[in-house]
């Protein structure tokens, strides 16, 4: 079976979206991730505050990859997110994993992505299907 090193790496070589948000992997191991990126530019909406969809993002790679380094391939069947701190141009954020439960067949994380300053900005919570395939 594949170390968890080795499944984030695959995941994202074919991950033009999260190459694109500039994802860092801080830690990986099984169930746990931390990841960071820093908002650009392109990444505002007409507000001059970061898109949702950015925290959402990082939080789902986030997601995607605490869940799937245990070398079973999962796919999400439910997010949510809450925006609790808006999010300026050249923020550092960081997205880190805590797993909540994982059966068989799914797992359900929840996800915090905080500040350079430390501040919550956004918590995020996710369901994944655990398939029976290997990576």
């Not at 995941?11 to 746990?32: E, H, P, Q, T, Y």
């Not at 995607?64 to 439910?78: D, L, M, R």
């Amino acid at each position: 079976m594949k170390s968890p090193s080795e499944i984030v790496n695959i995941m994202i070589n074919a991950d033009s979206f999260s190459k694109w948000l500039g994802i860092n992997v801080v830690k990986i191991d099984r169930g746990v991730c931390i990841l960071n990126c820093e908002v650009k530019n392109e990444m505002l909406n007409g507000f001059h505050i970061a898109h949702g969809g950015i925290t959402y993002s990082l939080a789902d790679s986030c997601l995607a990859f605490a869940s799937n380094s245990y070398g079973y391939q999962c796919v999400s069947i439910e997010t949510s997110i809450s925006h609790i701190k808006k999010v300026l141009e050249g923020e550092q954020l960081t997205a880190t994993s805590r797993e909540i439960s994982r059966t068989r067949k799914t797992g359900i994380y929840e996800i915090t992505i905080h500040n350079q300053n430390h501040e919550l900005v956004a918590n995020f919570k996710g369901t994944v299907f655990i398939t029976e395939n290997l990576w």
